[in-house]
């Protein structure tokens, strides 16, 4: 969305086959390469979710990561673009701007 005018820049479908909902706000970002990137996480499963990063300029997503439970958590992005992110389950997860996984810590206790 246009911050000046409120008109609409882009819209994009998660998944070109179903409509995937989102379950937590979005978070912006830069990534590997220093461009401007929406975070999301959105529910690809009964039991997991996945998340996405998405061009902000484009609307394009650049990459997905399946995770291995659901999560209702905001991503939060450092100043070098690195991603954190909880799940229902408990487990906070640390991910590089390009979308690799570097660690998972299980904190027993739903995020």
């Known amino acids: 969305m246009d911050a000046l005018t409120g008109n609409r820049l882009w ?3 998660l998944s070109p086959n179903r ?3 989102i379950t937590a706000g ?13 975070f999301v996480v959105g529910r690809t499963a009964s039991n997991r979710c996945t998340l996405f990063a998405i061009n902000a300029d484009t ?8 995770l291995q439970n659901i999560s209702r ?7 070098n673009g690195r991603i954190y992110l909880g799940d229902d389950r408990g487990l906070l997860y640390g991910i590089t701007p390009d979308g690799n996984l ?3 810590l299980n904190l027993g ?3």
């Open 109 to 111: 206790a739903p995020i």
């Open 102 to 104: 570097i660690w998972r």
């Open 73 to 79: 958590c905001n991503p939060t992005v450092d100043r």
């Open 11 to 13: 819209g994009t479908r």
């Open 26 to 38: 979005p978070a912006l970002g830069v990534d590997q390469f220093g461009l401007e990137t929406l």
């Open 59 to 66: 609307g394009n997503i650049r990459w997905q990561l399946p």
């Open 19 to 21: 409509a995937i909902p």
